[in-house]
C-alpha cells in the first residue's frame, strides 16, 4: 500500500499555493499599472498641450498582464487540489509541463514589455 502525504507534504503544497497566488497578484496588480500608466500619460499631455496619445498599446499589454495574472491563479488552484489528490492516494508526480509553459509565458512577457520599451522611447 502507498504512504499518503504527510503533514509537512501537505504543507509545502499549500505554501507552493500561497507563492502562486502571492506571484499572481502580483502579475494582476502589474498590468493594472501599466494600462492606467498609458492613460496617465495621455491625460498628462493633453494637460501640457501637446496632442493626443492613444494608449492603446499599453491597455492592451496591461489587460494581457491581468488575464496571464487571473489564468495563473486558476492554474494554482488546480495544481493545490491536483497535488493534494494525489499525495492523499499516494501517486505523487512533480510538476513538469506547467513549470516550463509558465517560464516561456513569464519570458515571452518580459520580451513584450522590453519591445514596447524600446519602440515608445523616443515618442516620449
Known amino acids: 500500500m502507498a504512504e499518503t ?3 509537512g507534504d501537505h504543507l ?28 496617465t500619460l495621455r491625460q498628462l499631455l ?10 492603446g ?11 496571464a495574472g487571473i489564468g495563473m491563479a486558476l492554474t494554482a488552484l488546480f495544481r493545490y487540489r491536483n497535488t493534494l489528490r494525489r499525495l492523499e492516494s499516494g501517486d505523487f508526480q512533480p510538476a ?3 513549470i516550463v509553459i509558465l517560464g516561456a509565458i513569464t519570458a515571452s512577457f518580459g520580451l513584450i514589455l522590453a ?8 515618442s516620449l
Open 96 to 98: 513538469r509541463g506547467v
Open 5 to 7: 502525504g504527510k503533514p
Open 115 to 122: 519591445v514596447y520599451v524600446a519602440l515608445t522611447a523616443r
Open 57 to 67: 498599446w499599453t491597455m492592451g499589454i496591461g489587460i494581457v498582464f491581468m488575464a
Open 12 to 39: 509545502a503544497n499549500e505554501r507552493t499555493f500561497l507563492a502562486w497566488v502571492r506571484t499572481s497578484i502580483s502579475i494582476i496588480v502589474f498590468g493594472f499599472v501599466v494600462a492606467k500608466f498609458g492613460i
Open 46 to 55: 493633453s494637460l501640457q498641450g501637446h496632442a493626443a496619445v492613444s494608449s
